[in-house]
């Protein structure tokens, strides 16, 4: 099956640094790729839509000026955390599809820690 | 925006028994529907999926059951055994290219052996 990687799989910062989290397709290309967050004990909820060579699409409240997102291609998407606070501390997932359009690939998640 | 609920925060069962697991969605535009396992730390493992044209679809150990007219999922396990202990989500989505998944609070299940 389809495989979506992510890295790093843990980090832990300082708050007022930033953050890449790379999200990638090994054996399939992405037409898009999806971001997530999850808080602990809570459902996944989507932070925003990224279609190759596009900019991303995102939801209501996630300020985009501080998460950053990358489609640069077709097997790469990237998310960055400007500026990092404590209160970003989550579990982030990504999740890719391709041509065959509804399904999607889920990542491991990145645990991300801010002190 | 909708969003997809679920009834049960958490269901405790025997091994060897069967799980029942519920779901309400609130959209009537979705047509497609999935069934995620989500274990400690990892990202959601895709178990089974049904489409808005069907009722009911069967895999290994595990069925998902659509009622349209009140917008109700579930996921049944055959046999429940201790490695289905995990928190499962319903997801709901519109089958076509670049559609994003709307998740369900989810509901943690465990089994005791």
């Known amino acids: 099956g389809a495989v979506v990687s992510q890295h790093p799989s843990w980090v832990i910062c300082k708050s007022g640094t930033s953050v890449k989290i790379e999200c990638r397709s090994l054996?399939?290309?992405?037409?898009?790729m999806f971001w997530y967050r999850q808080f602990p004990k809570q459902s996944l909820m989507l932070m925003a839509t990224?279609?190759?060579?596009?900019?991303?699409?995102?939801e209501q409240g996630v300020e985009k000026d501080k998460f950053l997102i990358n489609h640069a291609s077709l097997t790469l998407s990237t998310l960055t955390v400007t500026s990092a606070h404590p209160e970003d501390s989550s579990f982030y997932i990504c999740?890719?599809?391709?041509?065959?359009?509804?399904?999607?690939?889920f990542g491991p998640g990145t645990r991300l820690l801010v002190l | 925006g909708e969003s997809v609920g679920l009834h049960l925060p958490t269901l405790s069962v025997q091994e060897g028994d069967n799980s029942i697991i519920n779901c309400a969605y609130s959209?009537?535009?979705?047509?497609?529907f999935i069934w995620y396992k989500q274990e400690s730390g990892k990202g959601p493992q895709f178990i089974i999926d049904?489409?808005?044209?069907?009722d009911k679809r069967q895999g290994q150990r595990v069925t998902v059951l659509l009622n349209k007219t009140v917008k109700h999922l579930s996921l049944q396990i055959a046999a429940t055994q201790p490695g289905d202990s995990a928190v499962y989500f319903c997801?709901?989505?519109?089958?076509?290219?670049?559609?994003?998944?709307?998740f369900g609070k989810g509901t943690t299940l465990s089994v005791s052996s």
């Open positions: 999740s890719a599809s391709g041509t065959d359009a509804e399904t999607q690939y």
């Open positions: 054996d399939f290309q992405a037409t898009t």
């Open positions: 990224s279609n190759e060579g596009s900019k991303a699409t995102y």
């Open positions: 959209n009537s535009a979705s047509d497609y």
């Open positions: 049904i489409r808005s044209n069907m």
């Open positions: 997801a709901e989505t519109q089958y076509q290219a670049g559609t994003a998944l709307i």
